[in-house]
C-alpha cells in the first residue's frame, strides 16, 4: 500500500510539472511531449527547475529579492546534490529524474550562474559575451536533458547540445527585445548597435529601421548557424528522441521566421509559432526522421 502511495505521489509531482511547462511554453511542450513517457517526464521536471530559476529572478524587480530568491534555490540545490533536498513536487520528481538517468549536477548550478548574471545585468559588449550568457541559461538546459534524450551518447554530444541552447537562446532573446527593454535589459550587444549607429533612443521609441535589422540580423544568422550545426549530431540521439529534439529546434528557428514576416516588429507585439506551423514543422520532421 505504502508503494503505491509513493508512485501516485510522484506521477501527480510529475503532473505539477508537466503543468509548469504547459502553461509557460507551448513550443517545447508542442515538440516533447509524445516522448516516451519516462522522459517526458524528465523533460518537464528539468524545465519546472529551469522556471523555477528564471522566476526567481524575473517575478521581482527589486534586487534584494532576486538575490534572496536565488540564494534560497541554491541552497535547495545543494541540499539537493547532498541527498537531502526538501519534500516538494519539483525536487522529488528531479530525484526520480537522477535515479533512472545518468544526471550530471554541474549544469544545474551554472543555470543559477546565468540566473546570478541576470541580477548583476550588464549590456553584453560583443556576440561572443552575449553567447557567454546564454551558454549559463540556456546552454546548460541542453547539458541538462542530454542524458535523457541520448542515453548512451550523451557524454560525446555537450557541444550539439550547448549549440542547440545557445542558438534558442539568441532566437529568444530576438523575439523579445522590446519586453527586455521595458525590463531594462538589453541584450543586444554594445558594439553591433555602435557598428550600425543605432541608439538606445532608437530603442526607446521602438524604432525599426535599416539599422535595428541589420543588428537583427546578424545574430539572427549566427542563431540559424548554431541551429545548422546541431542538426549534424542529431542521428546520436535516441532513435525514440530524434524527432522531438529536432521538432524542439525547429519550431525555435521558425520564430526567427515570424519576426521576419511581421517586419522584424519584435517591440510591441508577440511573435509566436501557430498550431497550423507547429503541425507542419512535426510533418517535416517526421518525413526527415524516417532516413535516421
Known amino acids: 500500500m505504502r508503494e503505491a502511495k509513493t508512485v501516485d505521489l510522484l506521477q501527480n509531482d510529475y503532473l505539477y510539472c508537466e503543468n509548469v ?6 513550443s517545447f511542450y508542442q515538440a516533447f511531449k509524445k516522448l516516451p513517457k519516462d522522459k517526458a517526464n524528465a523533460v518537464y521536471a528539468i524545465y519546472a527547475f529551469c522556471r523555477n530559476a528564471d522566476d526567481s529572478v524575473d517575478e521581482t524587480r527589486d534586487k534584494s529579492t532576486q538575490l534572496k530568491n536565488w540564494q534560497d534555490l541554491y541552497h535547495q540545490l545543494q541540499l539537493f546534490e547532498k541527498g537531502e533536498e526538501i519534500s516538494s513536487p519539483l525536487w522529488r520528481a528531479l530525484r526520480d529524474v537522477f535515479t533512472r538517468y545518468e544526471m550530471d549536477i554541474k549544469p544545474f548550478y551554472e543555470q543559477l550562474e546565468g540566473q546570478r548574471m541576470d541580477i548583476n545585468f550588464k549590456q553584453p559588449s560583443t556576440l561572443a559575451v552575449l553567447e557567454r550568457y ?3 541559461v540556456a546552454g546548460t538546459v541542453g547539458l541538462m536533458l542530454l542524458p535523457i534524450l541520448a542515453t548512451e551518447n550523451h557524454q560525446h554530444l555537450h557541444g550539439y547540445a550547448v549549440e542547440l541552447g545557445v542558438a534558442m537562446q539568441l532566437t529568444n532573446i530576438l523575439r523579445d527585445v522590446g519586453e527586455d527593454y521595458r525590463n531594462n535589459r538589453i541584450y543586444l550587444p554594445k558594439d553591433l548597435l555602435q557598428m550600425e549607429n543605432y ?13 535595428f535589422i541589420s543588428v537583427w540580423e546578424k545574430i539572427a544568422n549566427r542563431s540559424e548557424e548554431l541551429y545548422e550545426l546541431f ?3 542529431i542521428d546520436y540521439f535516441d532513435k525514440d528522441s530524434q524527432l522531438h529534439v529536432l521538432l524542439s529546434a525547429l519550431i525555435y528557428k521558425e520564430i526567427l521566421k515570424v519576426v521576419r514576416e511581421s517586419g522584424y516588429d519584435c517591440f510591441q507585439k508577440r511573435n509566436y509559432v501557430s ?6 514543422l ?3 520532421v517526421e518525413g526527415l526522421t524516417v532516413s535516421l
Open 275 to 280: 498550431q497550423e506551423n507547429m503541425y507542419r
Open 21 to 26: 511547462i504547459k502553461q509557460n511554453s507551448a
Open 199 to 211: 541608439k538606445q533612443q532608437d530603442l526607446q521609441s521602438s524604432n525599426i529601421n535599416s539599422s
Open 231 to 233: 542538426q549534424v549530431g
Open 134 to 136: 546564454c551558454y549559463f
Open 282 to 284: 512535426k510533418q517535416v
